[in-house]
C-alpha cells in the first residue's frame, strides 16, 4: 500500500479517525493498522501526531510554528541563524521562549511542566480505565461470549484505544495543545469505561441460570 497522510477530513483526533472509518482496504474491509491479540479489536496507530495536534493549540492560532521553538534564531558573531539542533525548547529557554514571552525563565519553565504534569496524570488514568476494558473482555470471552457478540465492545476498544495512542504517542507530553490533549483523553476514559461497563453486563448475563420454559 502507497504511503497516505489521513488528513482528507481534517486534522482532529475524529476527522482522522472519520477517514480511516472510511477508507477500504483492496479487499473492501475497513482499515486498521493491527488486531488486539487479546480481544479482537481492529485498531488504530498514531503515528507521532505532533503536527495535528500543534494545530489545535493556542501557539498555531497565533502564527508559532515548530521552527520558532525549535530552531530559534541565535547570533553567531554578527550573523543570525537558525539552530538547526532541533532539540527541546526547554534546554534553551532564552532563545526558544522568551523572545515572545517576557517571563524569567524558571516561570516558563515551570508553566511547560505544569501542563506536562497534568496531561501524564490523565494520560495513566486513561492507561487504566483501557486496561479496565480489555479485562472486562478477556472474562467475556471466558465466559462465552464470542468477537461478534463483543462488536459494539471492540468498537469502543478502537475508540479509546486510538485516542489514547494519539496523545501518547505525541511527544509534547501534551505541550503542544494542552486543552485538546485533555479533550481528547476525557473522551478515551468515557469510552473505556462504557465499554468495560458493556463487557461486564454480557458477562453478567452469561453467568445467569437459564430461564425455565
Ligand atoms: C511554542 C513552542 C513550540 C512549538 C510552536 C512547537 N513545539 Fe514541539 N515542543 C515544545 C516543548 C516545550 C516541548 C517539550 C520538550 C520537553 O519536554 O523537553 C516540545 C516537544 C516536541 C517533541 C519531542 C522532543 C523531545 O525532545 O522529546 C517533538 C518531536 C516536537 N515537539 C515537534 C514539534 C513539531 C513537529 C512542531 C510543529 C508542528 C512543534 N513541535 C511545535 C515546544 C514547541
Ligand atoms: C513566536 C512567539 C512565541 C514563542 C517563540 C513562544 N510563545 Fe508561547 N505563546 C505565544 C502566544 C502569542 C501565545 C498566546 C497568548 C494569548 O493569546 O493570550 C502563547 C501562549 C503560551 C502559553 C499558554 C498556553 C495555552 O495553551 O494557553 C504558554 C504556557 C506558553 N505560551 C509557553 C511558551 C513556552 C514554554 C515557549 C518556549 C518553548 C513559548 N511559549 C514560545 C507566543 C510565543
Given at each position: 500500500?502507497?504511503l497516505f497522510y489521513p488528513w482528507a477530513k481534517g486534522l482532529k483526533v475524529?476527522?482522522?479517525?472519520?477517514?480511516?472509518?472510511?477508507?477500504?482496504?483492496?479487499?473492501?474491509?475497513?482499515?486498521?493498522?493491527?488486531?488486539?491479540?487479546?480481544?479482537?479489536?481492529?485498531?488504530?496507530?498514531?503515528?507521532?501526531?505532533?503536527?495535528?495536534?500543534?494545530?489545535?493549540?493556542?501557539?498555531?492560532?497565533?502564527?508559532?510554528?515548530?521552527?520558532?521553538?525549535?530552531?530559534?534564531?541565535?547570533?553567531v558573531g554578527a550573523m543570525k541563524i537558525s539552530d538547526h539542533w532541533v532539540?527541546?525548547?526547554?534546554?534553551?529557554?532564552?532563545?526558544?521562549?522568551?523572545?515572545?514571552?517576557?517571563?524569567?525563565?524558571?516561570?516558563?519553565?515551570?508553566?511547560?511542566?505544569?501542563?506536562?504534569?497534568?496531561?501524564?496524570?490523565?494520560?495513566?488514568?486513561?492507561?487504566?480505565?483501557?486496561?479496565?476494558?480489555?479485562?472486562?473482555?478477556?472474562?467475556?470471552?471466558?465466559?462465552?461470549?464470542?468477537?461478534?457478540?463483543?462488536?459494539?465492545?471492540?468498537?469502543?476498544?478502537?475508540?479509546?484505544?486510538?485516542?489514547?495512542?494519539?496523545?501518547?504517542?505525541?511527544?509534547?507530553?501534551?505541550?503542544?495543545?494542552?486543552?485538546?490533549?485533555?479533550?481528547?483523553?476525557?473522551?478515551?476514559?468515557?469510552?473505556?469505561r462504557q465499554g468495560q461497563i458493556a463487557a461486564m453486563a454480557w458477562r453478567?448475563?452469561?453467568?445467569?441460570?437459564?430461564?425455565?420454559?
Open positions: 500500500m502507497t475524529e476527522e482522522i479517525e472519520a477517514f480511516y472509518q472510511s477508507f477500504r482496504f483492496p479487499d473492501g474491509h475497513r482499515f486498521f493498522d493491527w488486531k488486539h491479540a487479546e480481544t479482537g479489536a481492529e485498531v488504530l496507530k498514531a503515528q507521532h501526531p505532533e503536527f495535528e495536534l500543534w494545530s489545535q493549540g493556542v501557539h498555531a492560532r497565533s502564527g508559532v510554528s515548530c521552527a520558532d521553538c525549535h530552531m530559534p534564531y541565535q547570533r532539540r527541546s525548547p526547554l534546554l534553551n529557554v532564552a532563545n526558544a521562549c522568551q523572545v515572545c514571552h517576557r517571563f524569567p525563565e524558571e516561570e516558563l519553565r515551570a508553566r511547560a511542566t505544569a501542563i506536562q504534569d497534568r496531561n501524564y496524570q490523565l494520560l495513566q488514568r486513561a492507561g487504566q480505565a483501557l486496561l479496565g476494558l480489555l479485562d472486562a473482555v478477556k472474562a467475556a470471552k471466558a465466559s462465552g461470549a464470542t468477537e461478534a457478540q463483543l462488536a459494539a465492545v471492540l468498537e469502543l476498544q478502537r475508540r479509546a484505544q486510538w485516542r489514547l495512542d494519539f496523545v501518547a504517542a505525541e511527544n509534547s507530553m501534551g505541550f503542544h495543545a494542552p486543552q485538546e490533549a485533555a479533550r481528547i483523553l476525557g473522551e478515551a476514559i468515557d469510552e473505556a453478567a448475563a452469561a453467568s445467569q441460570p437459564a430461564t425455565p420454559p
